[in-house]
């Protein structure tokens, strides 16, 4: 008679399990308890690895990060003249990693990376915008200012709903409207803001670009 060997727990086991369990449980749900019993361990072993749930949110944001960290250096790998392209398409590229996991974008904001997988996809996107032209200081300066639209932008979505688990919920766009029936531009203004949110997001993103090139870019002969 054989019995499966379980693979040892380490940090990587506890993160991967940690990411799958959030696309059920959301955010709120995911708990060290929650987490000890999908892996079939007592939650104490679980603070060999983790001193609180925060480390853990830490390591789970890196792991996000390994995942997507060739598609976006591969993403920033254009011609100076294309930087407009290729920077939307890194910020859309991150929006759709985070859009893969239950309140992703919680989960990604205000975290500490535990390695230096963040080191080369920033370096890549600083160069793509250096090369275009912009001073180092301003590449940094447009490079965040793009990450903070993006993961503020999904923040929002996601808490909005509809729920990516069970597809129900949602923002109630008729009783919002409703509610706003003597401001009747604010109750407009909802159709645009909570629906279509592929095109929405697309059109706020082409406008931070455009704002950044009009405001940061030194020169815009290097274009």
Do not use: C
């Not at 011609?79 to 990693?97: C, D, I, V």
């Amino acid at each position: 008679m054989t019995t499966e060997r379980r693979a040892p727990l380490d940090r990587g086991r506890v993160a991967d399990t940690a990411l799958k369990l959030l696309n059920e449980v959301g955010l709120e749900g995911l708990t060290l308890r929650a987490i000890a019993k999908e892996l079939d361990v007592k939650a104490p072993a679980l603070y060999w690895h983790f001193k609180d749930k925060q480390a853990l949110l830490d390591e789970m944001a890196t792991e996000m990060l390994r995942r997507m960290a060739a598609e976006f250096t591969d993403r920033a790998d254009a011609p100076p003249q294309e930087w407009r392209p290729a920077f939307f398409r890194m910020m859309s590229g991150l929006r759709e990693h985070l859009l893969r996991y239950r309140d992703g974008a919680k989960v990604y904001a205000g975290t500490r990376f535990t390695d230096m997988s963040y080191a080369e996809p920033m370096e890549a996107n600083l160069r793509l915008l250096t090369r275009a032209g912009f001073t180092p200081a301003a590449a940094a300066r447009a490079w965040f200012t793009a990450y903070s639209y993006t993961i503020g932008f999904v923040i929002e979505e996601q808490s909005m709903g509809p729920d990516p688990a069970t597809g129900t919920g949602g923002y109630d766009l008729q009783a919002r409207a409703e509610r706003l029936a003597g401001q009747p531009l604010a109750a407009q203004a909802g159709h645009e803001m909570f629906q279509h949110r592929d095109e929405g997001f697309a059109a706020g993103l082409h406008a931070v670009i455009a704002g950044i090139e009009a405001t940061l870019l030194s020169d815009p002969a290097a274009t």
